[in-house]
Every structure is written in C-alpha cells, then in structure tokens.
C-alpha cells in the first residue's frame, strides 16, 4: 500500500510553461509539506499544510503556489517555469511532527 | 540562523562499523532525525532522538547525542552493502519544520 504518492514521477517542460504536481497520501494525516532537493542533495522545506490551512512558507518565489483541495491532497503548480527550477520535488506528511513519512519525489527538468 | 552541516562521503568495508557526524547550530532543538536516501527514491526516517536523550539504540543503528557540543551521530554496526545510500541529519525546534543537513553519501565495499 502507497503511504505517500506523487505524480508525475518525471516531468520535462520548457522555460515558460505553468505545471502541476500532484501529491496524495492515504495515512490520515493532518500536515503535508513540500520540500526541494536540489543537483546537489541539498534539501529544503518549501511549505506546509495543516488540515488545509498553510502553515510554513518559506522564502518562495510567488510563481509556486501550493493548493489543498482536502487533508489528504496537496499540490504545487508553478508557472512561469524556470531552468534554476529543475530539482526534485518532495511531498511528506505526518501525524505526529516526528515522524515524517516521504514521498518518491518528482523529477522536474526545465530545458 | 538554523544550520546543519555533515561531511559528504564515508567509504567502509563490509562488516566494519560506519559513524556519520552531524553538528547543529540551534540549541531549541527539539527532535534530531537521521534519514535515509537510496539512488532514486525518497526519504525513510531511519531513528529520531529526543533532545534529552544522549543515546537511542535500534538493532544496528546507534544514535548519539552531546547537546552540549550539539553534536550528533550515527552509528551502524556491521555495514552492509545495503547500507550504501546518502544519510541525511535534521533537526526540528518548537515547530514541525525540518532543517536537514548537506547529507553523507556512504560506500561500502566489499
């Protein structure tokens, strides 16, 4: 059983182009963050949500805005893609702040 | 500001004990974390120690804490090949927000 899904798993777009990525878990959770790794392992939190509420927002460009449609779902669409936006995306989420449960990550490449 | 650091490689022979270091800058922390990366894959909690504890073992895996130093480490016992992945230090404060490490990239070799 999937715990925390996300598609796409891959995803190459041109610079300019407005995409989505999806992310759902089926754990009950209240809180789902999404995190960036960039080329170089380095991770970072981009925002959390709790119960649909945001909670964490990090210094992010306005062009990423996340949507949660319910508790179990949350999204990221980017507009306006740029190249320095190619990284791999994260989605996690947890009950308890201590146990984060971690997505398979989505690969975006902006060419 | 909050900062994690590691150093990015360790190379250990099968059966030979691995330690991966962590230092923090942030003396609110509350929970410290290390997890796991695999080539491709996302990230599994490998074991989290609550910032008043000074050691958590889990079969293999040997967590230390100095607090004093802030300090932390992981130590797993007879490596194995399967251990080679990237391994990640966080830490949280009063929120449940992640400051992760640069993260350590473990080989193992026969």
């Known amino acids: 059983d999937t715990a925390v899904s996300q598609t796409p798993k891959y995803l190459v777009t041109q610079m300019g182009n407005d995409k989505s990525i999806k992310c759902e878990q089926n754990?009950?959770?209240?809180?789902m963050y999404w995190y960036k790794q960039d080329s170089k392992k380095f991770l970072k939190i981009m925002f959390s949500?709790?119960?649909?509420?945001?909670?964490i927002n990090e210094t992010v460009p306005n062009r990423f805005s996340p949507k949660s449609p319910d508790k179990a779902h949350l999204n990221l669409h980017i507009n306006s893609l740029e190249l320095g936006d190619s990284a791999v995306y994260f989605c996690?989420?947890?009950?308890?702040?201590?146990?984060?449960?971690f997505g398979p990550g989505t690969r975006l490449t902006v060419t | 500001g909050e900062d994690v650091e590691q150093s990015l490689f360790l190379s250990v022979r099968e059966g030979d004990s691995s330690v991966i270091n962590c230092t923090y800058t942030?003396?609110?922390?509350?929970?410290l974390y290390w997890y796991k990366q695999e080539p491709g894959a996302g990230l599994q909690l490998l074991t989290y120690?609550?910032?008043?504890?000074d050691m958590k073992q889990d079969q293999r895996l040997t967590v230390l804490l100095n607090k004093k130093d802030k300090h932390l480490s992981l130590r797993i016992a007879d490596t194995q090949t399967g251990d080679s992945a990237i391994y990640f230090c966080?830490?949280?404060?009063?929120?449940?927000?992640?400051?992760f490490g640069t993260g350590t990239r473990l080989q193992v070799f026969p």
């Open positions: 942030d003396s609110s922390s509350t929970y």
């Open positions: 120690i609550f910032s008043n504890m």
């Open positions: 949500y709790n119960n649909k509420e945001l909670i």
């Open positions: 754990l009950g959770h209240d809180t």
């Open positions: 966080a830490e949280s404060g009063n929120t449940d927000k992640l400051i």
């Open positions: 996690a989420s947890n009950s308890r702040f201590y146990e984060q449960y």
